[in-house]
């Protein structure tokens, strides 16, 4: 894509509304050294020097759409808890409307605390509720959603899955089969280990080992050129045929991205992550990009070439971090010089 083309794009960025329903997140980073071994047992000792927080899971979703210039919804659940206060806090600095979050005081907000030594995280700590969500939050989740889409108020609707107790079939069905009536973009970034087989979403995004799991395939390391991993391709036959998306965008790593429509050549985008540092939150600036692109006009093609290039970025910084339209720009200005 030449950069008129994609300047064209991310200007059209400005005017579109994302709707995002899924699990919200606190993401907590430790930063410290660790100089030596603690002598109670053969583990670092980290000074810390600061501690940080920012959105994660959907709420991470929710900012990379913003960042990129979107105008975003934000569906889900907190608890009645500081870490709570504090999601809705950011997401409002965001300028991300809050209306449709709710506030469960039998639940905790999911928070995941890393601790990171220079720029090695070290250690992972998760509080989390994981049981479905009571039934009365859902729906009224739906109603706000089902109202937006009747209102036609909305381009896009991503559903973020990580499998902590707000997103089921039911859900996803009522909110997909309505917003096709409309012409709405659907997106879902799956959690295999919560399978919510849905049919006609426009766009299904599992990464490597997660498209495997989906397929109920043990999911090798493919070893070769992505244009020649038959069992890469099998297993996105089989996601098609069930789940019947538009657009199958399966990330694969240091080999980039593979992009699969029915009755079309599998599409290769090779990586732009020049060095990785960090992977965390890698995945939601994908969907955030790509669902975007694909709102603004985009091609498939065009919107996982915008989607590859926004996770270089991302992967070359160290934490849960989002990605700027001219951030996006400029990478692609870089990869015509080079």
């Known amino acids: 894509m030449d950069i008129s083309r994609l300047k064209e794009i991310v200007t059209l960025f400005k005017n579109k509304k994302i709707a995002v329903a899924g699990d919200l997140m606190l993401d907590v980073y430790i930063w410290g050294k660790a100089n030596r071994i603690s002598p109670e047992a053969p583990v670092p000792i980290v000074g810390v020097s600061k501690k940080t927080s920012c959105l994660g899971g959907a709420a991470n979703v929710m900012r990379n759409a913003v960042t990129l210039g979107g105008q975003v919804k934000a569906f889900g659940i907190i608890g009645s808890d500081h870490d709570g206060a504090e999601v809705t806090g950011m997401l409002n600095g965001y300028g991300i409307e809050s209306k449709s979050v709710y506030t469960d005081p039998a639940r905790r907000t999911t928070q995941k605390q890393r601790v990171i030594a220079g720029s090695q995280q070290l250690l ?76 006609g979403l426009t766009v299904i995004k599992p990464n490597r080992s997660e498209a495997f799991a989906m397929a109920g395939k043990f999911a090798k390391d493919g070893g070769c050129p992505v244009e020649q991993d038959k069992e890469l391709k099998e297993v996105a036959e089989i996601l098609m045929d069930e789940w019947e998306p538009e657009y199958l965008l399966i990330s694969l790593a240091a080999q980039g991205m593979a992009l699969f429509r029915k ?27 790509f669902t975007l692109a694909l709102a603004a006009g985009a091609s498939g093609r065009e919107a996982a070439e915008i989607a590859n290039h926004a996770a270089g970025i991302v992967v070359g910084k160290v934490g849960t971090v989002t990605v700027s339209a001219d951030e996006l720009i400029e990478s692609f200005e870089d990869g015509e010089q080079n």
Request: glycine share 6%; net charge negative.
């Open 263 to 289: 009755n079309s050549p599998m599409i290769v985008i090779p990586t732009r992550a020049r060095e990785v540092f960090d992977v965390s939150g890698a995945g939601d600036t994908v969907i955030s990009a």
């Open 124 to 199: 992972r700590i998760d509080y989390e509720d994981t049981d479905p969500v009571d039934e009365k939050f859902r729906e009224k989740i739906v109603a706000d959603l089902l109202e937006l889409i009747e209102t036609s108020a909305v381009d896009a609707i991503i559903f973020e899955d990580y499998g902590k107790g707000l997103l089921d079939e039911d859900m996803l069905s009522a909110a997909v089969q309505a917003a096709s009536k409309k012409g709405i973009i659907t997106s879902l970034d799956p959690k295999p280990g919560h399978l919510l087989n849905v049919k």
